[in-house]
Nanobody, 126 residues
Framework: QVQLVESGGGLVQAGGSLRLSCVASGGTFSVVTMGWFRQAPGKEREFAAAITWNGGTTKYADSVKGRFTISRDNAKNTVYLQMDSLKPEDTAVYYC???????????????????WGQGTQVTVSS
């Protein structure tokens, strides 16, 4: 059973930065894609970023491209989301997730992901 635990959320002013972390356990982290999603109140969960097992391929939603950076440290079983130039519309609960299959894919739909963390709240004030 794969477990994912996010941390690093908080309250930040517009234009500020946060770095989210997600630590994985119980699976083979180093061979699977990891993704970050977010869900704002009253909205559907949406894709933010994904990274393949070795970091060779990354994918970003248009809304975060150029401001967010996804990375991973396989030695620490950790995936990161560096968020810069934050905007109030980035306010959401952020989740990490994995499709948990050893394929070099970066799916953007939530149903492709099998395991999810509990989420961490990010609030950006104007």
């Amino acid at each position: 059973q794969v477990q994912l635990v996010e941390s690093g959320g908080g309250l930040v002013q517009a234009g500020g930065s946060l770095r989210l972390s997600c630590v994985a356990s119980g699976g083979t982290f180093s061979v699977v894609t990891m993704g970050w999603f977010r869900q704002a109140p009253g909205k559907e969960r949406e894709f933010a970023a994904a990274i393949t097992w070795n970091g060779g391929t990354t994918k970003y939603a248009d809304s975060v491209k150029g401001r967010f950076t996804i990375s991973r440290d396989n030695a620490k079983n950790t995936v990161y989301l560096q968020m810069d130039s934050l905007k109030p519309e980035d306010t959401a609960v952020y989740y990490c997730a994995t499709p948990n299959r050893p394929a070099p894919v970066t799916p953007i739909v939530p149903r492709e992901y099998v395991y999810w963390g509990q989420g961490t709240q990010v609030t950006v004030s104007s």
